[in-house]
T-cell receptor
Framework: NAGVTQTPKFQVLKTGQSMTLQCAQDMNHNSMYWYRQDPGMGLRLIYYSASEGTTDKGEVPNGYNVSRLNKREFSLRLESAAPSQTSVYFC????????????FGPGTRLLVL | EDQVTQSPEALRLQEGESSSLNCSYTVSGLRGLFWYRQDPGKGPEFLFTLYSAGEEKEKERLKATLTKKESFLHITAPKPEDSATYLCAVQGGFNQAGTALIFGKGTTLSVSS
């Protein structure tokens, strides 16, 4: 099992450009999450999907959109990137809901110039 | 407001020098407390889940304990390979983000030989 995979590993964008971060899990988990991690701050939830077909906003959703493509895949889209979105983005999944253990991917490092 | 505070921010130990990391939390109805290890440039790696006060879990040189206000991660006779950032997260009954995990900022542990 690969667990949680993320693509790309690193990306540089110019302000105003758009991009989609991809996440897939092979653990047959129902719930998936997107977090961002910034220096000096804890991981903060952007969006989550409790189950296939549902998505909900987290703590810092502004500037992002998500799509739960199927049970395995959960993508995060930046429509018009801003320097404040420079961060490391982590995808995670859990069997059913956040009270279950969340397993994290390796992260995508995004630099917005 | 749900909060997680980890201390110290950084800890330097000699190989074999045992110590403890602290995670203090304020949450409305704890449903779970999670410990993760994060190596530089990697995603968080799950270590333990604790659900109720008095619970303890062990894995190799690590032991996690839980009270009603805090959790400790005890490291016995650490080795250089234990060097990493240790993250604590809690899941409460309900918070601003719905059912999100609330993460602390982490404790960075350095073990020298």
């Amino acid at each position: 099992n690969a667990g949680v995979t993320q693509t790309p590993k690193f990306q540089v964008l110019k302000t105003g450009q758009s991009m989609t971060l991809q996440c897939a899990q092979d653990m047959n988990h129902n719930s998936m999450y997107w977090y961002r991690q910034d220096p000096g701050m804890g991981l903060r939830l952007i969006y989550y999907s409790a189950s296939e077909g549902t998505t909900d906003k987290g703590e810092v959703p502004n500037g992002y959109n998500v799509s739960r493509l199927n049970k395995r895949e959960f993508s995060l889209r930046l429509e018009s990137a801003a320097p404040s979105q420079t961060s490391v983005y982590f995808c995670a999944s859990s069997e059913w809901g956040p009270q279950e253990t969340q397993y994290f991917g390796p992260g995508t490092r995004l630099l917005v110039l | 407001e749900d909060q997680v505070t980890q201390s110290p921010e950084a800890l330097r130990l000699q190989e074999g020098e045992s110590s403890s990391l602290n995670c203090s939390y304020t949450v409305s109805g704890l449903r779970g407390l999670f410990w993760y290890r994060q190596d530089p440039g990697k995603g968080p790696e799950f270590l333990f889940t604790l659900y109720s006060a008095g619970e303890e879990k062990e894995k190799e040189r690590l032991k996690a304990t839980l009270t009603k206000k805090e959790s400790f991660l005890h490291i016995t006779a650490p080795k250089p390979e234990d060097s990493a950032t240790y993250l604590c997260a809690v899941q409460g009954g309900f918070n601003q983000a719905g059912t999100a995990l609330i993460f602390g900022k982490g404790t960075t542990l350095s073990v020298s030989s």
